[in-house]
Structure formats: structure tokens, C-alpha cells
T-cell receptor
Framework: GNSVTQMEGPVTLSEEAFLTINCTYT??????LFWYVQYPGEGLQLLLK?????DKGSNKGFEATYRKETTSFHLEKGSVQVSDSAVYFC??????????FGKGTRLHILP | DGGITQSPKYLFRKEGQNVTLSCEQN?????MYWYRQDPGQGLRLIYY???????QKGDIAEGYSVSREKKESFPLTVTSAQKNPTAFYLC????????????FGSGTRLTVV
């Protein structure tokens, strides 16, 4: 079946550090891949997406590349800010019109 | 601006009572979804609906019920049969299936005492 595995948190970094949150997936065919972000007490917001192999999604300085050969969609940012502190979810959608989410990674950025 | 509205933001109920969570969208999206979020468990799908008057069970439908009488509305009832109802409930919608992603509401935190 379809599944998403992402690195467990919390991840704690200093401001301006480089961020990587690993995400790998299991799916047949060519799913769409997503990163969502959740700030405290709020719903999820779509951060970026990629719908085919080798696509790079990007938004607000975050990037992730759809790697079919390694079944990965790692989230990266070159210089994090305190305002990036949140929970990040990797997710996929395959043919059945539902999105499957990873368990989330909590990110803390220290000033 | 279009979006999804969940109400109320916080809800308290006594054990044994049914409670209905509201979800309304004005995005003209066809599909709507309900997820439950618990600490450390990510999001789990409760029910989803791709068209009016039709809905399907998700992974954890037991103890919940839904209706889809209007395209804009997808209320979720948490019944007394749900053994552990205290959680954060998220509603979402999508325009053309899930391949382009969902739009989420801001959630309802239900506490059963």
C-alpha cells in the first residue's frame, strides 16, 4: 500500500542554519508529493508540491525535489528563521484521490 | 476570499453525548474530507465525499457519521460510540481530486469530559 515515512523530531536549529527534513515514500506508479506546514493551533497549509518525477517544488525559500529512483522528497531550506518553527508534514496522493500523511516533524528554530 | 470555515474552534462535551462539527467551504470544490489529528500520530482519515449525497469511510470511521446534502457543507457527527473522541479535527477540500492538494480549515479541538 501507499505510505510516507519522515524523520522524527523534534529538530532544533539555530537561526540561519541549513534545514533538511527527510521524507521517503512507498507507492505504485507516480504519486503526487506534498509538504504541508502547521503552525500552533491551526490547520495545515500547503507549502509546496510536485506532481511528476524530477519536478522541484518551491515556496518561501523551501525546496523539495521528487526523486523517483530513491522514492524521496526531502524538504530543504538554506537559511531558517524563527518564524519557520512549526510542524512539517510530508504527504502523497495516488490514484484513489486521498492524501496520505507522514507523522509530522516538529521544527524549533532558536534565535 | 474563498476558504474553508470550521466551527467552533473549541468544543467541550460530556461523555455519552453526540456532537456535530461544522465544515463549510466557498471554493466550489467537489471533494471534502475529515481528518483526526492526535499527538505523534499524524493525520488519520475519517470520512470523505467526492460528490453531493455520496461519501466513503476512511481508515477510522467507527463512531463517526457524516452527511453531504450540499456541495458547500460536510458536517461530522462524533457519536457516543467513539471510544476516545478528544482530538483535533481537520476538514479539507479539493477541486480535482487530491493530486493537486487539499485546502484545510483551521480545525476544531474537541474535548470530551
Amino acid at each position: 500500500g501507499n505510505s510516507v515515512t519522515q524523520m522524527e523530531g523534534p529538530v532544533t536549529l539555530s537561526e540561519e542554519a541549513f534545514l533538511t527534513i527527510n521524507c521517503t515514500y512507498t507507492a505504485t506508479g507516480y504519486p503526487s508529493l506534498f509538504w504541508y506546514v502547521q503552525y500552533p493551533g491551526e490547520g495545515l497549509q500547503l507549502l509546496l508540491k510536485a506532481t511528476k518525477a524530477d519536478d522541484k517544488g518551491s515556496n518561501k525559500g523551501f525546496e523539495a525535489t521528487y526523486r523517483k529512483e530513491t522514492t524521496s522528497f526531502h524538504l530543504e531550506k538554506g537559511s531558517v528563521q524563527v518564524s519557520d518553527s512549526a510542524v512539517y508534514f510530508c504527504a502523497l496522493s495516488n490514484r484513489d484521490d486521498k492524501i496520505i500523511f507522514g507523522k509530522g516533524t516538529r521544527l524549533h528554530i532558536l534565535p | 476570499d474563498g476558504g474553508i470555515t470550521q466551527s467552533p474552534k473549541y468544543l467541550f462535551r460530556k461523555e455519552g453525548q453526540n456532537v456535530t462539527l461544522s465544515c463549510e467551504q466557498n471554493l466550489n470544490h467537489d471533494a471534502m474530507y475529515w481528518y483526526r489529528q492526535d499527538p505523534g500520530q499524524g493525520l488519520r482519515l475519517i470520512y470523505y465525499s467526492q460528490i453531493v449525497n455520496d461519501f466513503q469511510k476512511g481508515d477510522i470511521a467507527e463512531g463517526y457519521s457524516v452527511s453531504r446534502e450540499k456541495k458547500e457543507s460536510f458536517p461530522l457527527t462524533v457519536t457516543s460510540a467513539q471510544k476516545n473522541p478528544t482530538a483535533f479535527y481537520l476538514c479539507a477540500s479539493s477541486l480535482q481530486g487530491a493530486r493537486l492538494g487539499y485546502t484545510f480549515g483551521s480545525g476544531t479541538r474537541l474535548t470530551v469530559v
